[in-house]
């Protein structure tokens, strides 16, 4: 059964480095896609980044959202078991309810489609990120 958990979250201020972690079970990384994603009261879910394997070339191809490039780092285990994103130099905009996610994979598309919440249909719970300057 494919199920996504995260942890990490917490409050904390700005810059400095935190963690979230997803939990990835039920899928393999050859034929998924997994992204974060992150809701601030009152806006749209946004895609922060994701990660799809890059086929029958070797390695993983990530894609990030332009308000975190640089800051932030997708990364995953060997097995894939466990999704992470690595949040560094945090900002208060960066306050909002963090998500993983998995969907599909196709080489046809880009960032604008790995990282549009439409693409993705299966959802962990959420772990909060609060930061204060």
């Known amino acids: 059964q494919e199920q996504l958990v995260e942890s990490g979250g917490g409050s904390v201020q700005t810059g400095g480095s935190l963690r979230l972690s997803c939990a990835v079970s039920g899928y393999s990384y050859r034929d998924y896609s997994v992204g974060w994603f992150r809701q601030a009261p009152g806006k749209e879910r946004e895609g922060v980044a994701a990660?799809?394997?890059?086929?029958?070339?070797?390695?993983?191809?990530?894609y990030y959202a332009d308000s975190v490039k640089g800051r932030f780092t997708i990364s995953y285990d060997n097995a894939w078991n466990t999704l992470y994103l690595k949040m560094s130099t945090r900002k208060p905009e960066d306050s909002a309810m963090y998500y993983c996610?998995?969907?599909?994979?196709?080489?046809?598309?880009?960032?604008?489609?790995?990282?549009?919440?439409?693409?993705?249909?299966?959802w962990g719970q959420g772990t909060q990120v609060t930061v204060s300057s």
């Open positions: 990660i799809r394997s890059a086929g029958q070339m070797s390695g993983l191809i990530k």
């Open positions: 996610a998995a969907g599909p994979r196709s080489p046809t598309f880009g960032g604008y489609w790995y990282l549009n919440p439409e693409t993705y249909n299966v």
